[in-house]
């Protein structure tokens, strides 16, 4: 079987596409959507990130508010300063770079976002919506591996999926809204007892541990899609979690890495943001569902 490849790129073109018309949208309604990002301290990465995010947002005709902060910043001015976001009706969105310096606790600075500008969906207040069927704002990626499967045409309802990783960011999200789909749902991860059997019965197949090679062709069953979170930087470049040439040769369809659920991200970013400023624009507890 020769697989599709899953084209994040383009697919992630799509979804910025689709946000420039909602942004449009949006402004002749007399919104003004715009993002604030907070970077705290100098991690390169997180300099080049935030960079690409802002550029994004420029793109698609969302106001970029940038916050760069010292990394010695008190755990109280950083509070001060999403309070005061929080309270900006020039702000519709709201995203705290993360990692943060050891002195700040991401989990505490996080939830102080008011969710309804909780663009990263990693609130509490998110996860809870979204664990009782009733998502808001979504984490970025998880939307992103949605939108892949429903470009790649994969019948969810009642399809067996299988989810190695359980983190707050991908893992544990990625679950509930594969849940939500109807889809039937096995959430592996470090402790699962014969993992290549339990892949082996997946109609679709979630990876996102950050470990490369965790899945060959031989733990995937013929037919089935695969998705490809992780990315790793090796000697030979970046690589995902699943040995794409062998998993390639036994599913319908693949993402590649890099190339496939990483370019999403950001286009799930800018879809978020333009949601939350819907939200606020009517004034509701939950945004009106994204065209296409």
Known sequence: ????????????????????????ELRA???DPGLATVLVGDDPASHV??????????????TPIHHELDAATPADELRNLLAALNEDRAVTGVLLQLPLPAHLDPNE?????????????????SAGLLAQGRPSLVPCTPAGVMELLAHARVALEGARAVVIGRSQLVGRPITQLLLAA???????????????????????????VGRPGTVTGE??????VVIDVGTSR?????????????????ARAITPVPGGVGPMTIAMLLS?????????LHGSGSPTPAAG
Request: aromatic residues 2%; hydrophobic residues 45%; proline residues 1%.
């Open 1 to 24: 079987m020769s697989a599709e490849i899953i084209d994040g790129k383009a697919i992630a073109a799509q979804v910025r596409e689709r946000v420039a018309r909602e942004v449009r």
């Open 29 to 31: 309604s007399g919104a």
């Open 49 to 62: 990130y935030v960079r690409m995010k802002r550029e994004a947002c420029e793109e698609v005709g969302i």
């Open 109 to 125: 600075m996080t939830g102080l976002i008011a969710a309804e500008k909780d663009v990263d969906g990693l609130t509490p207040l």
């Open 182 to 208: 109807d889809a039937t749902v096995t959430q592996c991860h470090s402790r699962t007892r014969d993992l290549a059997a339990v892949c082996r019965e997946a109609d679709v197949l979630v990876v996102a």
């Open 219 to 224: 733990m995937v069953a013929e037919g089935a």
């Open 234 to 250: 090796t000697d030979d470049g970046l690589v995902g979690d699943v040995d794409f040439e062998s998993a390639a040769a036994k």
């Open 272 to 280: 978020n943001t333009a949601r939350a400023a819907q939200m606020q």
